[in-house]
């Protein structure tokens, strides 16, 4: 291998080459459950655009195979991305036949591969740039909402996901405050519960082996069995605790899944508290101790704020396995972008699968990045502060 | 608590367990009880031991080759020569912890079909990050004194990963093979959305006929499965750490 090739640059592309000349870029069929059939870049979309989209990609493939300079690197991975972005919206238009509502147009192998090569492109450079935490926020924002003006312009609307879309408009937003209540709602109460225990548990070390055990055995349950599980306890609340059923607890629904939810949630939550408080130096407890402070202001002035970024490493964990998990609630009846999900499987309509999973796995990665980055800074502030 | 009491408790586990995926009839009195308008309180679709053995079948199928992969990926972006794709593998694999086992599932049915095959897709793909993750961290982690006397001692590459730098790194390793077969085991089972044969048609076949039964013996073999290899992969673990002369943790 000569020096002068990027080795991820040779992967990248490869990739491209593959994507672009041998894949399919979409799928055109008659309706939405029966097979599809290929279009490559030129059959998708109007001559000019499909030579200058195969152009593109060509000079971004070689633009990443040799080395080139960072911010040509920078600017290949966003260019590539947009032209496919905006390119795949105008090739639903051009394939969809005149005034015919039945027929689909999906992205096929040729686009996942190529946005995917791209991808991998940007990812490199921003992994070697280390952008400070507000940075990666920053760029999260900006891709949301370019994201979101693509959405509401319009271009995207003949893609068969968004045609799911349409049909669906009302019960999507339902569900996904559904799935994002049921996610967040189960962490608050992790949290509430769970920080407490971890305290609780770092003081009294007999305790600690127990519950840990406890918590460790309740993540062994598969998940779809502790939702189920949890039915009969909860259906027998509703009847016999007076106010229960009128608050929401029910034994199918959202309540079973929240509880569900909430103890897979306890364990990353009471062990990242028990070790954060057990990393804290002896020295700072000792100099606090010999300040004259009270358990109570020891436990609140340092241990906590020391403690703090490992145990919102824990919540880090809790959050995106949740937002995951919480695709599983519609198999008992609890909602959430899992309904898309199986009741595309049930009619095979991957389009339908796809309006469930895209919107978790964009959450969960969301969630990711923002709070990697909260994490960083109360790290760094922290060792800024100590200094 | 006394040394040998977990030990017993675990070998009590594991009989109750072979008992009652091998004759699960003898349990019915027990499990009566929970079903309602005399339904069946043993799964009567097919037999328990059969789909106990196809569900451990699937997992091992998916570790063994996430192992492989994991590994030699983990060894290729440590070495010199694939030194630059370590800081992008490092984030790929925190995106790719961000996927949703069900996403995964359901994202594998148009490629391949239902059955089997998108199940193992998606234990492959979600088992790789654990391993992957603990053998970088071990790789990147070694005591430097030890690789500058592999090196003083005039070995090569291969000499040093074989004999030094893998053996090291064994128990970290082994550690993300259990995390990832656990994460595993409880996967497998939303496998049977798609049809693949585990011991979650059994949940689902008690979701749909709202029948408790059924849940809670799937559930509880799933369980009893898990924290039996958990505890079993975790004394592995500590073996191999006694050999390399490491404090087990």
Redesign the interface.
């Known amino acids: 291998m000569t020096p002068r090739f990027?080795?991820?640059g040779v992967v990248i592309a490869a990739i491209v080459a593959y994507a672009a000349l041998a894949a399919p870029f979409a799928t055109f069929r008659a309706n939405r459950i029966v097979p599809g059939q290929a279009r490559s870049i030129l059959e998708a979309l109007p001559s000019p655009l499909g030579i200058l989209l195969l152009a593109i990609v060509i000079a971004g493939g070689m633009v990443a195979l040799l080395r080139t300079p960072f911010v040509l690197r920078l600017a290949t991975g966003i260019v590539g991305l947009v032209a496919l972005a905006i390119l795949i919206g105008v090739a639903g238009g051009f394939l969809t036949p005149d005034g015919n509502t039945f027929a689909r147009i999906a992205p096929a192998?040729g686009f996942w591969l190529l946005i995917f090569a791209f991808a991998?492109l940007l990812?490199?450079v921003?992994?070697?740039l280390s952008l400070s935490p507000l940075a990666r926020i920053g760029i999260l924002a900006v891709a949301a909402l370019a994201i979101g003006a693509l959405l509401a312009s319009g271009l995207w609307d003949s893609l068969s996901i968004l045609k799911e879309y349409s049909n669906r408009a009302d019960s999507f937003w339902a569900e996904a405050s559904k799935h994002v209540t049921l996610a967040l709602g189960s962490l608050a109460a992790a949290v509430v519960v769970g920080v407490p225990l971890g305290i609780l548990c770092h003081r009294v070390e007999r305790l600690r082996d127990g519950v840990l055990n406890v918590l460790n055995?309740i993540?062994?349950?598969?998940?779809?069995?502790?939702f189920?599980?949890l039915?009969?306890p909860l259906g027998w609340v509703a009847l016999h605790v007076p106010g229960a059923a009128a608050i929401g607890i029910r034994g199918i629904g959202t309540a079973p899944a929240f509880v569900a939810l909430f103890l897979y949630s306890l364990l990353p939550v009471v062990a990242n508290t028990v070790v954060g408080l057990a990393g804290v130096p002896r020295a700072a407890n000792d100099a606090a101790r010999g300040m004259g402070m009270t358990d109570r202001q020891r436990l609140l002035d340092v241990e906590f704020p020391l403690a703090f970024p490992v145990i919102l490493t824990g919540i880090r964990i809790v959050l995106?396995q949740n937002?995951?998990?919480a695709?599983?609630a519609a198999?008992?009846g609890g909602g959430g972008f899992?309904v898309f999900?199986?009741q595309?499987?049930g009619q095979t309509a991957?389009d339908l699968?796809?309006l469930?999973?895209v919107p978790?796995?964009a959450l969960?990665?969301a969630?990711?990045i923002i709070l990697?980055a909260i994490i960083e800074m109360t790290s760094t502030k922290r060792r800024t502060d100590s200094e | 608590m006394k040394a040998w009491l977990p030990a017993l408790l675990r070998l009590a586990i594991l009989a109750l367990l072979v008992v009652f995926i091998t004759s699960p009839n003898w349990f019915e009195p027990l499990l009566k009880p929970l079903t309602e308008n005399g339904a069946p309180a043993i799964y009567n679709q097919g037999s328990l031991l059969t789909l106990t053995l196809q569900h451990l079948r699937t997992v091992l199928v998916a570790t063994v080759a996430a192992t492989i992969v994991a590994v030699a990926l983990a060894i290729l972006v440590t070495r010199p020569a694939g030194a630059e794709f370590l800081p992008l593998s490092r984030s790929l694999v925190n995106i790719g912890q961000t996927f949703p086992p069900v996403a995964v599932l359901a994202l594998a049915v148009p490629a391949v079909g239902f059955g089997e095959k998108p199940t193992l897709i998606a234990l492959f793909l979600y088992g790789l990050l654990p391993i992957f993750e603990n053998a970088l961290t071990a790789l990147t982690t070694l005591p430097g004194n030890v690789m500058e006397a592999a090196r003083g001692a005039g070995m090569t590459g291969l000499q040093r990963l074989v004999k030094v730098e893998l053996p090291l790194s064994a128990p970290v390793i082994l550690g993300g093979i259990r995390l990832s077969v656990v994460i595993g085991l409880a996967t497998a089972t939303i496998g049977s959305t798609v049809a693949a044969k585990t011991l979650g048609e059994v949940i689902i076949a008690g979701l749909i006929s709202n029948n408790l039964a059924f849940v809670l013996q799937g559930g509880l073999i799933v369980a009893a499965l898990a924290v039996l290899i958990y505890d079993g992969l975790s004394a592995i673990e500590r073996y191999a750490a006694r050999r390399m002369g490491q404090e087990a943790e």
């Open positions: 990027d080795k991820l192998s991998l990812a490199d921003l992994t070697r055995i993540q062994t349950i598969p998940s779809i069995a502790l189920g599980l039915i009969a995106v937002i995951g998990l695709t599983i198999l008992i899992g999900v199986f595309g499987i991957m699968v796809l469930g999973a978790t796995v969960a990665f969630a990711a990697d």
